[in-house]
């Protein structure tokens, strides 16, 4: 390492009623990989939105190789050869892979070096599908790909691995260290801290828009870092296999078609079976059928073939809402477009599965607004869900808070299962203790949950069983004692189809 590269001084952000930044002061040399770590609004994403131009600071400056400049937008950062990975995609849908990269340049892009890049990374695309056509995951990767390509010399990655497998991560973050060596500057932001500790030379931890330490990765733990974090996390559960033998869910033979007309799910090996009391896992790389296999048990996306068997009852072809009234309950990939109302207030998004339900009536008839008060509170108390009253827009909160109220209205239900898609996705690590602390007790106290999370560190806390799709097919399955990084990633890329024990 030599010199600063950039420097961020004394930045300070606020929003309507938040601080985002307080006088933070970050400097990152060439050569070295700086990570950026914190809870949910801490103010990361935002220091590298200032540093990108997406944002203005209201004070403080940016000073790239000791010169003062003012970044007016991202093509200012692009020009001084800043670019970054975004946390939420930054991709235009209505155009192809190959078109995304254009936008980068004004030379002509090389379909034949994003092809050997990606086979290079073990991140396989398609550099002529359109991205609407393109899992959460697949674009995730679209977006390290395209940063790859283009060699900048400051590199933000904003949480590039939360989508990606074991053996993809590590080639990512070895490309990563081999960007570093040849000089660039890498700012780097995770909330996996083994791979912050594995990759960064020196780390900056915020906590609500404030700088709480700076030093190098090698003087420190992870232990020590989560206390900078964060002032106090829950206590972790753990998931004792107990689950009894009476069968809640079986999923056979299904065949399931994408929205872009393909066999998405295909098993012809293996069902899928969860118990009562069961956190049964599905691990899987983005695009392997794991969505549609999810919408089709709960009703949302039609099949062609095969069973879906709940409690004993085959609801293949039944309506979502008889799903939910047999007890079954769903927390969807997206937050916003799918699990909530965003315009709603949060104690209508808690109640809207109980619009029929006594809980909330008067006499039986007319919703008691009483009632639905003292009932939204107490969800907020036991949720821990940060509002500033039960009718704020849900839309305000924060993504953390805004999946314990998916969690709250779902858990509340008490359904005998509960589908839980990307639960945790893009949350700090105390509302990810929090919520997989919340389904190892629902699993405890009776329910089923059927997890999936690309998160593989994730699912094998969490789950007693776990099943691996691949290519729309359950290829595997592993019980707890067998649980295995590498083998389980094997799997999910198609390396090794490992038999189900």
């Known amino acids: 390492m030599s010199g600063v590269s950039v420097g961020l001084y004394n930045i300070s952000k606020s929003f309507p009623g938040v601080r985002a930044l307080d006088n933070v002061t970050v400097e990152a040399y060439r050569g070295e990989v700086h990570a950026i770590l914190g809870e949910n609004g801490a103010g990361k994403t935002t220091l590298m939105n200032i540093l990108y131009g997406l944002l203005k600071p209201d004070t403080g400056h940016i000073e790239i190789d000791g010169k003062r400049v003012s970044l007016r937008g991202p093509k200012d950062a692009l020009n001084l050869g800043i670019g970054m990975v975004h946390q939420h995609f930054s991709l235009i849908p209505t155009l192809t892979v190959k078109e995304n990269f254009q936008l980068l340049t004004n030379k002509k892009v090389d379909e034949k070096e994003i092809v050997e890049l990606s086979k290079r990374l073990n991140l396989s695309v398609n550099p002529n599908a359109k991205v609407s056509s393109l899992s959460a995951g697949e674009r995730q990767r679209l977006e390290v790909l395209r940063l790859l390509y283009f060699n900048f010399r400051i590199m933000i990655f904003d949480e590039p691995t939360s989508v990606l497998t074991p053996l993809e991560t590590d080639n990512l973050l070895k490309e990563i260290r081999k960007m570093a060596e040849e000089g660039r500057t890498i700012f780097f932001i995770s909330h996996k801290l083994n791979e912050v500790m594995a990759v960064s030379d020196r780390i900056t931890v915020l906590r609500r828009g404030r700088v709480t330490w700076t030093g190098r990765a090698s003087e420190t733990t992870m232990e020590d870092l989560i206390k900078h974090m964060v002032e106090r996390l829950p206590a972790i559960e753990t998931k004792d ?141 036991e949720f821990d869900i940060k509002t500033p009253s039960p009718d704020t827009p849900v839309k305000t909160l924060s993504g953390g808070n805004l999946q314990k109220v998916i969690l709250a209205r779902e858990i509340s239900m008490k359904p005998d299962l509960l589908l839980a898609y990307e639960p945790t996705k893009g949350l700090d690590i105390a509302a990810t203790y929090f919520i997989r602390n919340k389904l190892i007790e629902y699993a405890k106290s009776g329910g089923s949950v059927l997890v999936f999370s690309e998160d593989l560190d994730e699912l094998q806390n969490i789950s007693d069983r776990m099943y691996v799709i691949y290519n729309g097919d359950i290829v595997a399955m592993f019980r707890r004692s067998e649980f295995d990084a590498y083998k389980i990633g094997k799997a999910m890329s198609g390396i090794v189809l490992a038999e189900v024990s």
């Open 241 to 381: 296999y107990q689950a009894g033998r009476e069968q809640v869910l079986t999923v056979s033979d299904l065949k399931v078609r994408s929205e872009k007309g393909h066999l998405a799910v295909n098993m012809k090996r293996n069902s899928i079976e969860v118990y009562k009391g069961e956190v049964v896992g599905i691990a899987g790389i983005a695009g392997n059928g794991q969505l549609e296999l999810f919408d089709a048990i709960f009703g949302l996306r039609k099949t062609e073939g095969g069973k879906v068997l709940f409690k004993g009852i085959d609801v293949t072809h039944l309506p979502v809402y008889k799903r939910i009234a047999l007890g079954m309950g769903y927390i969807p990939e997206d937050r916003i477009l799918t699990g909530l109302a965003p315009d709603l207030s949060v104690k209508e998004n808690l109640i809207m599965k109980l619009i029929d339900s006594p809980r909330i009536k008067s006499m039986g008839i007319f919703l008691d607004e009483r009632r639905i008060n003292e009932y939204a509170e107490e969800l907020i108390r």
